[in-house]
């Protein structure tokens, strides 16, 4: 590794690093273990670096895939690139095909969920099941707490919060832990991706998207169909600040075939504050 990524903890990530071309642009990814495939999604503003602990207990059974969205992780950051989410939708599309990707068993975190659902409703022939930690895949406009949310997100302080101060990873993130907050060291593996202004650009394209989509949300809820009756496990962090378990209600009405576990102590980010359990549950999930 070069020492644009000298930060990085290789003891907590100790995988080989891979890379697709999407666009001229470099998309890092880890493809770890045999046997049936578990594709993660991440959100934001993490990477690949949050489904550290459960890919490490799963690879023995499982094939582990984790893409780092461009402008996140270890991939290319340009400063100009069309980083909707739409388009990291596109390019994990592509990622699929052109790695010849069948029988994928879908992880999805906070928009990870929207991202990965769009290929799965593209494509349903390529997916078996689906775990959902954390996430959402509808319009949120008449959502209260959102519309209050909405009031930061249209602030014109909300760039310069995100490009001056990193302010997802440094203020955000670690505000969105449940019971077992993140230390110093680990959360310095989600700041420093994002080290200076040029590269924060992904990030902040998340937020402005929470403005921008809620239309392509609502039609992603709309086009389910075509995968509301396959199997889904509902890992939910009960304590998450951001999404709500009304979120997860919202989810449950609206896939047929679905199991729950409820995450009592955890936040919005399960697979980091408790990967054992997180790990256990998908075993159990996919041995069905």
Not at 113 to 122: D, E, K
Not at 152 to 179: A, E, K, T, V, W
Not at 235 to 254: E, N
Request: net charge neutral; glycine share 4%.
């Amino acid at each position: 590794m070069t020492d644009q990524f000298a930060w990085l903890d290789r003891r907590e990530y100790p995988f080989e690093s891979k890379y697709f071309n999407f666009n001229n642009h470099r998309i890092h990814y880890i493809d770890e273990g045999v046997g049936e495939i578990l594709l993660f999604v991440h959100g934001t503003p993490s990477w690949s670096f949050d489904f550290r602990k459960v890919i490490l207990n799963l690879k023995k059974y499982f094939r582990c895939i984790a893409i780092d969205h461009i402008g996140f992780g270890l991939s290319d950051k340009p400063e100009k690139y069309d980083y909707s989410t739409k388009k990291h939708s596109e390019a994990l599309e592509k990622f699929i095909l052109d790695n010849n990707l069948k029988d994928i068993n879908l992880v999805v975190h906070d928009f990870g969920g929207p991202i990965g659902f769009q290929v799965a409703i593209n494509h349903p022939d390529l997916f078996k099941k689906f775990i959902v930690l954390n996430s959402w895949l509808w319009s949120s406009e008449e959502d209260p707490d959102f519309q209050k949310f909405s009031k930061i997100l249209r602030s014109p302080l909300l760039p310069f919060l995100y490009l001056y101060f990193n302010f997802s990873p440094s203020f955000l993130l670690p505000r969105s832990f449940g019971d077992h907050k993140i230390s110093k060291s680990i959360l310095r593996q989600y700041t420093k991706p994002f080290a200076n202004k040029s590269q924060r650009y992904g990030a902040l394209a998340f937020a402005r998207s929470l403005m921008n989509d809620q239309n392509w949300f609502d039609d992603l809820w709309h086009s389910r169909a075509v995968i509301s009756s396959e199997p889904v496990l509902f890992l939910w962090g009960m304590k998450d600040p951001l999404l709500k378990p009304k979120y997860l209600i919202q989810f449950r009405s609206g896939f047929t075939n679905s199991k729950e576990i409820h995450l009592t102590n955890s936040g919005h980010f399960p697979q980091e504050e408790e990967p054992e359990l997180v790990s256990l549950e998908i075993e159990r999930f996919l041995k069905i």
